[in-house]
Structure formats: structure tokens, C-alpha cells
């Protein structure tokens, strides 16, 4: 591979040109292209979610991961093809939790923008790292999908890694869960 010659203002890692077939594609299309690479750190959360609507890891690595998702005509809202942002912010959730990659990881809040719309049949790449936290139960992770160059949705990602799956009676601080009581929100945002 060579580096393409690109105007000043464009980022370098972004731009490589492979001779042959696909050297149209930027480094990104190309790595969003790739199956998921045999040697990553295996996912210890989240192991029985559908791949098909939340995406597949590329990469999981110490404090970061990268998914791959194709939008698929169920992601449909309308006759346009305009997918439904949730299925974006699931790959991003998605991406979060791995570069966490706790057994027990939740999401506590996200502060997320849209900021390109996402078709049928387009592929996605999410890039999510872990930018504080690490000693405690808390993390912040920073995550942005991809769509080749475009940037469709850039967000920080508050998690937790609880002792024990939120489901079960005393997982959060305070009472057994309740019958009716909300499920899901970790108790504090202690660290």
C-alpha cells in the first residue's frame, strides 16, 4: 500500500490507495469490508445479541472495539430507505459496551448527535475507546459511527460494570428489585 496524495487539510491515516481491485475505497471502506479478525480479544459482555441488527466485531482490544453493521431493509422507516436512528445508536451502544467488555456492562446515560442520515444497504463502522474510568464502575467512552468518510453519529457513552447482572435481586445498591420497579439505571454514578 502507498499513501494517496491528498490536499493538506485531509487526514492522513484515512487515505491509502491499494493497487488492484478496491483501490477506489478509502482505508476505512476497506477495513469496514473485512471480516471479523480471528485474533482479537474475545467478548466477555453481550454475547447473545443479534449480530444482524447490532453488528459485528471487527476488533477488541484494551479499552476499545470496532463494529461492523450493514443497514438491512427491516431498518427501514420508510419507502426511501431512511433507517431508523435507534438501529445506529444500537451499534454504538454495541461498540461501547465492548470496549468496556465487562460481563456485566451497562448503559447508564449517552449524549449522542446525529449527524448524517443512514440508508439501506449501507455499511457502518463504529470506533468506540474508553476515555476515563477504569479503576472504578463508572467509564466514559467515545464513540463515532461511520459511513466511509461521513461521520453519521458522535456520542459519549456512560457505562457501568456491575458485580453481578442488573437482572438479579441486589445487583444495584439498596433493596432487592421490586416488582414494577424500573430496571436498568445503575443506582449512582459513583465510581
Known amino acids: ?10 487526514p492522513r491515516r484515512l487515505y491509502w490507495r491499494a493497487k488492484g481491485a478496491g483501490s477506489h475505497l478509502n482505508r476505512t471502506d476497506r477495513l469496514a469490508r473485512t471480516p471479523p479478525v480471528a485474533r482479537m480479544t474475545p467478548p466477555r459482555t453481550h454475547l447473545a445479541i443479534d449480530a444482524r441488527l447490532c453488528g459485528e466485531p471487527l476488533e477488541i482490544g484494551d479499552g476499545s472495539a ?23 445508536f444500537g451499534l454504538a451502544d454495541y461498540a461501547a459496551m465492548l470496549a468496556v467488555n465487562e460481563p456485566n456492562v451497562v448503559l447508564g446515560s449517552a449524549e449522542v ?16 475507546r474508553v476515555v476515563a474510568g477504569g479503576g472504578g464502575r463508572k467509564r466514559r467512552v ?4 461511520r459511513r466511509g468518510e461521513t461521520a453519521v453519529l458522535a456520542g459519549d457513552f456512560t457505562c457501568f460494570a456491575l458485580d453481578r447482572h442488573v437482572l438479579d435481586p441486589g445487583a444495584r445498591r439498596g433493596a432487592p428489585a421490586a416488582e414494577g420497579e424500573r430496571r436498568g439505571a445503575p443506582a449512582s454514578d459513583e465510581t
Open 66 to 88: 470496532r463494529v461492523v453493521l450493514t443497514a438491512l431493509p427491516e431498518m427501514a422507516v420508510d419507502a426511501a430507505g431512511l433507517v431508523h436512528g435507534g438501529f445506529v
Open 113 to 128: 448527535r446525529f449527524l448524517a442520515p443512514v440508508t439501506v444497504g449501507e455499511r457502518l463502522l463504529a470506533a468506540a
Open 142 to 145: 467515545s464513540v463515532e459511527v
Open 1 to 10: 500500500m502507498m499513501p494517496d496524495r491528498r490536499p493538506a487539510h485531509k
